[in-house]
């Protein structure tokens, strides 16, 4: 009768300890108000600003956290044409501010492991001096 009553005890401890682990997850779970987000952040783009460069068909931007391969397309070559002005040497790095959809999708041709496909081009500015980053090919 002891084995029966420890027995049913035991499994009462593990299965109300079960159940309060479900309803503290429960409360952690934050739902957001759509309502309360503006049109551009619910169109599922992500604002990134940092460092781009654009030299013999690759694209890269640099921001203070990720290095994301750029997906060449018309807006990237926009963006590269309004860099261009920017720009002394070819392998300059411009100050950019864009909105895009970031993916881990494999490519052939972009190997970071992070890509981004600019949707939205919001700024263009030159590299400020700490950041300018200028890499000499050849001599």
């Not at 002891?2 to 779970?29: D, G, H, P, R, W």
């Not at 972009?110 to 949707?119: H, Y």
């Amino acid at each position: 009768m002891k084995k029966i009553v420890f027995i049913t005890l035991i499994l009462t401890a593990f299965i109300s300890c079960k159940n309060e682990t479900k309803s503290e997850q429960k409360e952690n779970v934050t739902i957001s108000d759509d309502s309360e987000r503006t049109a551009k952040q619910n169109d599922g783009l992500t604002l990134l600003i940092g460092e781009f460069v654009y030299y013999d068909g690759a694209a890269v931007l640099q921001t203070h956290a990720e290095i994301y391969g750029v997906i060449v397309t018309d807006k990237m070559l926009e963006l590269n044409a309004l860099a261009e002005k920017y720009k002394k040497e070819a392998t300059d790095m411009v100050r950019v501010e864009i909105r895009g959809k970031i993916t881990n999708q494999k490519d052939e041709k972009i190997l970071w492991e992070n890509k981004v496909e600019i949707i939205e081009i919001l700024n263009v500015k030159p590299a400020t001096k700490e950041e300018k980053n200028v890499v000499k090919l050849g001599s």
